[in-house]
């Protein structure tokens, strides 16, 4: 039985090279499978679904069913927004598109097969798959630190609990305690990210503890719009941010959970909450596909396609595809793009050529708000930048509201575009 | 488009055509027959169920004093809407597909001879001769006709949406400082894209989505979030 469905489903897709509009063949309508309900994952399956009209059938495999963004979790910590108003369930992608949603890991994926086993034991087939696994930490990045030190060390570098973990412990510091935070090494989810983190949590602790201090040990020589943000901490936080680069040891880090100490380039630093983003590669399901090279998966830039097997698509912060930054705004962007390629190959729809963009906003205090964004298109060889921009220094405060303002409109727009 | 043709050259070559509209005014006060239990025109006009239609060719949409206008409209006057030929005509061929929510309950007029007609009518109770010319040069950015004539393809413009879908609503909602673009008139919707991408506005990432579009990408995008409630 099950050697002549495998051989069966063979046939299927060595035909569906030549002729697309060929599907599953008596099994119905095409499947295509995606892992993970994140900024690429639901926005893949929405994108898909939608403009299939029913000809694919979608199924999108997530084990939460409560997902809170990573995009404005920084907010939250800075007290802007609340835990719930970044929070998004899949309802309505089922209800309204169509789409099968099952909460459960992805533990496996035979390729020859085309095959997903997940966690509670069920398999599902597919015709294609698209892989948006978010990303993993590298064991023994930070000596010191493993995923078992996340509730005395978070990360908060995955949304949700991990978040409030950390706000928790940042509220419960001891007047003029120390907040550390041991910043990744390129490449990694979200660039500005940890320097949008240090300002929310400067500007929290402006107002319950502002004897604090913020060390941020980091292995990177320059960090994104670091002009921007370091103007900023000058001008709304003067004295409270120390940042220690590789050229005084900040690429030589370990940390002990037990002590709560940090030992920078052999100095050992006793500190009240200490926030460490490891080294980051993809999500481990990649792995376990055997699509990676090194730490990341590389992809096609015109369809998002694995260069191992094309099959299966891979978005987001997982993939290797050239000069986007690991953010949610891109992974937005390549999801369209692997979504067209997905419903071309599937149901012979049109597929007209890749176009990627990238925006990402930064709060650096109340109402002061900067953005960086570019543009890009597909070459043979990745995604490459075409045109970009970035707030200047020196901005009057009208324009920062602005900016601020402009980053609510597209948290609204970008988690509609997932979400539905 | 003639219109908009001869409202470029104006602006080109400071002459102003004083008959701007191409229909037959006389037909056209038969066709207007259908619009007077709601419209009045013509000397002491006044507001009545719609807003009285003197200066309408040619002048600012949502400008009639006295007249309480439907949010749609008044939303498309804020983004600057000018009753040309054009948008007239696009309109009274089918109010409510242009307009999405506006108070005009009249299902239109397929004819396109009817609506040339009609406006020439109105066009000779508007001074369209100064009219036009302060339309045109309201107009941040100046288009060619070939670029203002381009009819744009839907299905490419859905393509491309997305890319704008990212922080622009497609259920026309909006949040925060990104305004909702659906249901705009192709004209403005045109105009705009390309005052960001001549750099014209200032927003940068305007100017960056709008710098990638080529004008046959404009068009369909206009095209498209024109057909969008
Ligand atoms: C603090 C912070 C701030 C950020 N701010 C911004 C911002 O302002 N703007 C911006 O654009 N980006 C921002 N980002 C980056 C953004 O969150 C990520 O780049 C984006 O979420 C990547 O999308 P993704 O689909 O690759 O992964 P994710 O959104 O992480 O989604 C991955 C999903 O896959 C699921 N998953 C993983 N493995 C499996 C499996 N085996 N089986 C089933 N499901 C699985 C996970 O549960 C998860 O829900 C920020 C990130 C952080 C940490």
Redesign the interface.
């Known amino acids: 039985m099950k050697l002549t469905r495998r051989a069966f489903i063979g046939t299927t897709a060595a035909a569906s090279l030549s002729a697309p509009l060929v599907n599953a063949g008596g099994h119905g309508r095409p499947k295509a499978v995606i892992i993970g309900g994140g900024a690429g994952g639901a926005t893949a399956a929405r ?1 898909i679904a939608k403009d299939s009209k029913g000809e694919i059938d979608v199924t999108l495999v997530e084990p939460s069913r409560q997902y809170y963004t990573c995009f404005f979790s920084n907010l939250y910590l800075g007290g802007f927004r609340s835990m719930d108003s970044i929070g998004h369930s899949y309802g309505t992608l089922a209800s309204e598109y169509g789409i099968n949603v099952v909460h459960d890991w992805a533990v496996g994926i035979d390729r020859g097969a085309k095959t997903v086993t997940l966690a509670g034991g069920s398999t599902l087939n597919y015709d294609r798959l698209i892989l948006s696994p978010g990303i993993d930490f590298i064991d023994g990045s930070v000596p010191g630190w493993d995923v078992s030190s996340q509730n005395a060390m978070p990360h908060a570098y995955k949304a949700g609990s991990q978040t409030e973990l950390l706000k928790r412990q940042i509220e419960s510091m001891p007047q003029g305690g120390v907040y550390a935070m041991v910043a990744p090494p390129n490449p990694y989810r979200c660039p500005p990210g940890p320097y949008e983190r240090v300002s929310m949590v400067a500007h929290l602790l402006k107002e319950i503890n502002p004897t604090a201090k913020i060390l941020i040990a980091d292995p990177k020589p320059k960090f994104s719009k670091q002009g921007l943000f370091e103007e900023g901490w000058q001008k709304h936080y003067g004295g409270m941010i120390e940042r220690i680069g590789p050229d005084f040891g900040g690429d030589n880090v370990s940390v002990d959970a037990g002590a709560m100490t940090v030992t920078i380039d052999g100095s050992v630093e006793k500190v009240d909450v200490c926030n460490v983003i490891p080294a980051m590669k993809a999500g481990r399901i990649c792995e376990i596909a055997g699509i990676t090279e090194g730490n990341w998966a590389p992809v096609s830039a015109h369809t998002m396609q694995s260069r191992i097997d094309e099959n299966i698509h891979v978005l987001g912060d997982a993939s290797a595809q050239g000069d986007m930054p690991k953010s949610g ?1 891109s992974a ?2 390549q999801a ?1 793009v692997a979504a ?1 390629a997905v419903r071309g190959a599937l149901t012979g729809s ?1 597929v ?1 050529p890749a ?1 990627f ?1 990238n ?1 990402c906003w930064s709060l650096v205090d109340t109402d002061d708000g900067i ?1 960086v ?3 890009y298109k597909a070459t043979d060889e990745k995604i490459a930048k ?4 970035v ?1 200047k220094t020196g901005e009057d405060a009208a324009l920062r509201k ?13 988690t ?2 997932m979400f539905g | 488009m003639k219109t908009l043709l001869s409202m470029a050259a104006t602006v080109l070559f400071g002459v102003y055509a004083s008959v701007a509209v191409a229909g037959d005014p006389e037909k056209g006060g038969k066709v207007f027959k259908k619009c007077k239990a709601c419209h009045a025109v013509g000397d002491g006009a006044k507001n009545k169920v719609g807003p009285q239609l003197n200066n309408i060719v040619g002048n600012a949409a949502g400008a009639v004093e006295g007249y309480k206008y439907s949010k749609a409209l008044a939303a498309q006057a804020d983004a600057g809407l000018i009753w040309d030929e054009a948008a007239l005509s696009e309109f009274l061929k089918k109010p409510k597909a242009y307009m999405p929510g506006t108070k005009m309950s009249f299902s239109g007029l397929k004819k396109e001879s009817d609506r040339e007609n009609v406006i020439a009518y109105l066009a000779t109770f508007s001074d369209t001769d100064t009219l036009a010319a302060v339309a045109a040069d309201e107009r941040e950015v100046t288009l060619s006709d070939a670029t203002l004539s381009i009819e744009g393809d839907v ?2 413009g859905e ?2 949406a ?2 704008c ?7 026309g ?7 909702a673009i659906v249901g705009w008139p192709r004209v403005e919707f045109v105009y705009a894209m390309h005052a960001y991408k001549q750099k014209v506005r200032p ?3 305007m ?3 709008a ?2 579009l080529g004008d046959e990408e404009i068009a369909a995008l206009a095209a498209y979030f024109e057909g969008l409630e």
């Open positions: 994108y705004f937005n962007s369209k067209m049109k007209f176009k963009s925006t953005k964004g570019a543009t075409v045109d970009g921009f707030s602005a900016t601020y303002e402009e980053s609510i409109g597209w948290y609204a727009g970008i509609s575009d | 299905a490419y393509y491309l997305s890319d879908q990212t922080c622009h609503q497609v259920s909602a909006s949040d925060g400082g990104v305004p927003n940068p990432v100017q960056m989505m710098g990638g």
